[in-house]
């Protein structure tokens, strides 16, 4: 059975079932904001933060973003962060320019949606195509040591739990 989340109290399905702790995190390919790919997931020589969103041109979403950058600012270059969604890089560079995100890579899954993988695609609805709202921290192994599928797309996920998952592996 898929997990659901909801959109004002609307259930939605997912395209399967997102990963859980100790799940091995596979290494996804995504599109920068500058068009280039990147690979998030898998072993890293540190710790990764993957923060997927419905679209950065949502309020909730680019609040989300900026609250990730600002709270990342403490970590310096100790995580590799990764907010991902299926917004074209056009619109990543015009939120990017517009909030002063810095300090985490801005991606989307456009072009290959590898975040299927995660059980993160949005399956039914309007937002059908879409990311949901969740948050992933992966070991430098690359298991999954925390993760948040948040329940109502139109909330803000658990930052003080996301982030102190991320020192933990500090």
Known sequence: MAATVT???????LAGMPLQVGATAPQVCLVQRDNQEVFVGGPSD?????????SLDTPVCATEAKKFSEALKAFQEQVRAAVVSMDLPFAQN?????YKVEGLIIA??????????YGVVIAEGPLKGLLARAVF????SGKVAYTELVPEISQE??????L????ALL
Do not use: H, M, W
């Open 7 to 13: 959109l004002k109290g609307n259930p939605f399905a």
């Open 46 to 54: 540190k710790p990764q933060l993957l923060i997927t969103v419905p």
């Open 94 to 98: 015009r939120y990017c320019e517009s």
């Open 108 to 117: 989307s899954d456009y072009r290959y949606r590898d975040l299927e993988k």
């Open 137 to 140: 921290v992966i070991d430098k």
């Open 157 to 162: 996920p658990n930052y003080e739990a996301a």
């Open 164 to 167: 102190e998952a991320v020192k």
